[in-house]
């Protein structure tokens, strides 16, 4: 039987990339028939409650729509000004004014600019706001947005200052409240996603050519970003700015490779400036990105609790009898009424309750109760950063003499022209991503995985975290989705805890890449509809070679004893 659930769990999936690789369809088309498929699966086989099942599954989606259709509308919105009004011109001629070499100027901006603006925002914004600037540097719009979505990635797990390492602290079941030790371990899969994203980018821009070009600059930078994370991580314990500082001095350094290698010219250069706008004033709206984000971490947690909202769900159970279904128990000491007790408490069983029927014992998924879900908080949420910059471009025009009332009307409706599909192919993956999670498709799906890898299963727990972040887009999602498993399976295994945590979110991080809502956020925002099965095709041979590599590492460090030895190593035993 459980053979049987475990395929019917992956055909959701399997529909899903067949739908976007082979068919090539839309993400809304492939959506909507992967999610007719989920319903039928989750309602006939795994006992996903109709009346009180449904329903909140579906609500959640609802929510996660609205929470990510904020970013997308806005995100477009702010591309059609900044393009219309001919900003994008002013501050694509500069970057080619300085950065003469195309390749240099590829690398800089989706692999380093692209991290430097995870580090402080995150959730998409590294993709809205590079890829339209690459395309009007001349670059490939597929590239473009590949090398975006890839590029940035390394820097998601300490992204938005470090707010979502603690939210992958907050989530754990293992109860991982030594931040340093976490944060330890994360530096170990962080340097690996330093460097393989950026060769990675290399390879998107001229394939094994652009491998042997980049070498020369990735190799160093990503040295020297090891070297500061280092330091931030270990001794100075500034978690928030783990990313983000990495990311800037990345940044100068691959910019200071360039100008020592480039030629000297005796010709002195000077900004371009544009019939209408200077560069101030062409990156005056991204600026206030940066300052506002900055800015917002400084809002104290009360006033920033109070200013978040979000919905209250019930909890609810799915009959799974027939699912986790085992004879001859031996794991449970008695029986009261149905449910099995072990040492006085009422046994789970990676997060499941037990019960107990006749001869034979089964699980029943809890899906537990949440208040404030998925808040939409007013200090964090990227809507309010591209909402600012909007206004700051509307202001900027306004005060240049340019502002005109029929483009920006234009700009409104091709957003809205853009925006209504975004929206519905946001609610069908959403739907199918938390109908399988609420009715336990998906754990199924990451324990059988784990029962076939056995003793080797630490070599492919990264790819439980790309298969988290595909199917919810979202570093944080993923580790919901399957941060109580890995850490059950650790503990089962007797290895580190945190170690596996690191594996799971960091591999998670970069696997944000693939996740088909923000490919679809990024096509929109830079005018590509239609091209997010090519991204993917693009992306995920790579995706899965970082989490071969995660995986590698991650069985040879997660022994207690060599975790233990490797963070001794690194502090000079201090």
Not at 42 to 59: E, K, Q, R, S, Y
Not at 184 to 204: D, K, S, Y
Not at 504 to 522: C, K
Not at 546 to 564: K, Q, S, T, W
């Amino acid at each position: 039987m459980s053979v049987l659930m475990t395929i019917l769990s992956m055909l959701p999936i399997i529909s899903l990339l067949l739908c976007l690789l082979v068919f090539k369809f839309t993400v809304a088309r492939s959506g909507a028939i992967s999610l007719g498929l989920t319903l039928v699966l989750a309602i006939g086989f795994f006992g996903l409650p109709i009346l009180d099942g449904l329903p909140i599954a579906v609500g959640k989606a609802l929510w996660l729509a609205l929470f990510v259709s904020l970013i997308v509308w806005l995100a477009i919105f702010l591309y059609h000004l900044v393009d219309d009004f001919k900003a994008f011109e002013v501050i694509n001629k500069n970057i080619a004014l300085f950065v003469e070499d195309k390749f240099v100027a590829f690398l800089l901006l989706a692999w380093m600019f692209t991290g430097l603006l995870q580090g402080m925002a995150g959730f998409g914004v590294p993709a809205v706001i590079v890829t339209p600037i690459l395309i009007a540097l001349g670059f490939n719009g597929i590239k473009s947005l590949a090398a975006a979505l890839l590029g940035h990635s390394w820097a998601v797990t300490f992204g938005s200052l470090g707010a979502a390492f603690f939210v992958i602290q907050g989530l754990s079941p293992a109860y991982l409240y030594d931040s340093q030790q976490l944060a330890n371990a994360m530096f170990i899969f962080n340097t690996i996603a330093h460097l393989l994203t950026g060769l990675g980018v290399c390879f998107i821009y001229d394939g094994f050519k652009g491998i042997r070009k980049g070498l020369s600059y990735v190799i160093p930078v990503s040295i020297v970003m090891t070297i500061v994370q280092y330091f931030v991580i270990f001794f100075m314990s500034a978690f928030p700015v783990a990313g983000l500082l990495p990311a800037l001095v990345g940044l100068l350094t691959l910019f200071g490779i360039y100008k020592l290698r480039a030629k000297k010219s005796e010709e002195k250069k000077s900004f371009y400036r544009g019939e209408k706008l200077n560069l101030l004033q062409a990156i005056l709206p991204y600026l206030v990105i940066i300052v506002l984000a900055l800015g917002f971490q400084f809002v104290p947690g009360r006033v920033n609790d109070a200013a978040s909202f979000g919905p209250n769900l019930p909890g609810f159970t799915v009959n799974d009898t027939g699912l986790f279904g085992t004879d001859a128990p031996e794991f449970f000491q008695y029986v009261q009424g149905d449910r099995v007790y072990a040492y006085g408490q009422p046994l789970y069983y990676d997060g499941v309750a037990v019960h107990y029927y006749g001869e034979r014992v089964y699980t029943v998924l809890m899906v537990q109760p949440v208040t404030n879900y998925n808040p939409i908080r007013v200090f964090r949420h990227p809507a309010v950063l591209l909402l600012s910059a909007a206004v700051t471009a509307l202001l900027v025009y306004a005060k240049a003499g340019i502002l005109k009332g029929d483009v920006v009307k234009g700009a409104f409706k091709k957003t809205v022209k853009k925006g209504i599909p975004a929206t519905l192919a946001l609610l069908a993956l959403g739907n199918m991503s938390l109908i399988m999670m609420d009715s336990g498709m998906t754990l199924q799906l990451a324990r059988a995985t784990a029962d076939l890898a056995g003793g080797v299963y630490p070599l492919f727990a990264p790819f439980i975290g790309v298969l988290g972040s595909f199917l919810t887009g979202n570093n944080t999602n993923a580790n919901v989705l399957f941060g109580a498993f890995q850490n059950t399976i650790a503990t089962e295994l007797n290895v580190s805890n945190y170690v596996m945590a690191a594996a799971q979110s960091m591999m998670a991080g970069v696997a944000v890449s693939v996740g088909p809502t923000l490919i679809l956020m990024g096509a929109l925002a830079s005018n590509q509809k239609g091209v997010e099965s090519t991204i993917l095709k693009k992306l995920l041979p790579i995706v899965l070679i970082i989490a071969l590599v995660m995986g590698v590492v991650n069985l040879f460090v997660i022994p207690h004893d060599n975790f233990a030895r490797f963070v001794d190593f690194l502090t000079f035993n201090r």
